[in-house]
């Protein structure tokens, strides 16, 4: 049980991608996964798509996060996340217009802040395919275009890392229908140890994409950072993209950069919601199923 006091949160949205930030210095114990899966759940708690705690203290950078899912478990990376993360310090007055590093548990990223808070870009890191970074079950390879069936139906794939894992799947039609059915079985697919992101890809033309995304640990996701980085990565990986690729979600539009070796920039929207405080007898509730 957490002790009888107000726990204060921030809440924003990339492009409805939701998260609320806390900071640790607020927190009178750690959050256990319970309490996390209470504090994201649309009914019984403030609802959004995860937590974001932070600042922590880091070895490598000004700022430590740490991402939890609603589910309750942790995140190595999330774009989104990063973005409002950077707007949430911004607004504290903690960085001004210059760039800073944080540092997450899928690596080292660096953000920069436009004026008026509301676009931020993201150094993400580099993009890789290679099957043991992922992980991906079998031999060390690039994983790119193999077969894999799910829900009595095959597609064919690529797997991407940015720090998470990812399961891309190129295809002409995609929809919401689509990566709600087959988005749960694809992420648990015993050719990923640690469970993977899954983007539903449709290529528009050589500058733009468009995906349907269902996230790990998460469900069902209007928009993702990480994921529109990993599967503009693998379109232009496979010849159909050119450098610069502007991911259309249901949410909105991240553009994307690619650079040597598949690093990636990423530039997107962040919207402040709300700030608040949860009560103690919410934040202890044990949910049920």
């Known amino acids: 049980m957490m002790c009888v006091m107000l726990l204060a949160f921030s809440k924003y949205h990339a492009l409805g991608n939701d998260y609320l930030v806390i900071d640790p210095q607020d927190l009178p114990a750690p959050l256990t996964p319970a309490q996390v899966r209470t504090i994201c759940h649309r009914h019984f708690g403030v609802g959004s798509d995860g937590i974001l705690l932070g600042p922590l203290p880091a070895a490598n950078a000004r700022f430590g996060l740490k991402i939890y899912n609603p589910d309750g478990s942790e995140a190595e990376k999330s774009g989104n996340g990063l973005r409002i993360f950077s707007r949430y310090l911004w607004d504290r007055r903690l960085v001004g217009h210059e760039e800073f590093a944080i540092e997450t548990a899928g690596g080292l990223v660096r953000s ?145 950069e690619i650079g040597d070796e598949f690093a990636i920039r990423m530039t997107g929207g962040v919207t402040r919601v709300a700030g608040g405080v949860m009560a103690p007898e919410m934040v202890d509730q044990v949910l049920v199923g």
């Open 112 to 256: 920069t802040v436009f004026p008026g808070g509301q676009s931020v870009q993201v150094e993400m890191g580099r993009v890789s395919f290679q099957s043991d970074l992922i992980p991906v079950t079998g031999p060390v390879r690039e994983v790119l275009n193999e077969r894999i069936s799910a829900g009595g139906r095959e597609f064919s794939f690529c797997a991407a890392t940015i720090g998470n894992p990812h399961c891309v799947l190129p295809l002409e039609e995609i929809s919401p229908a689509l990566a709600r059915e087959f988005g749960p079985p694809l992420e648990t697919h015993g050719f990923f140890p640690r469970r993977t992101n899954v983007q539903f890809l449709k290529v528009l033309d050589r500058a733009n994409i468009q995906i349907e995304i269902w996230e790990r640990g998460a469900g069902y996701t209007l928009a993702s950072g990480s994921s529109s980085s990993a599967a503009a990565a693998v379109a232009h990986r496979l010849g159909r993209c050119d450098r610069r690729i502007s991911v259309h979600m249901p949410g909105g539009i991240i553009a994307i």
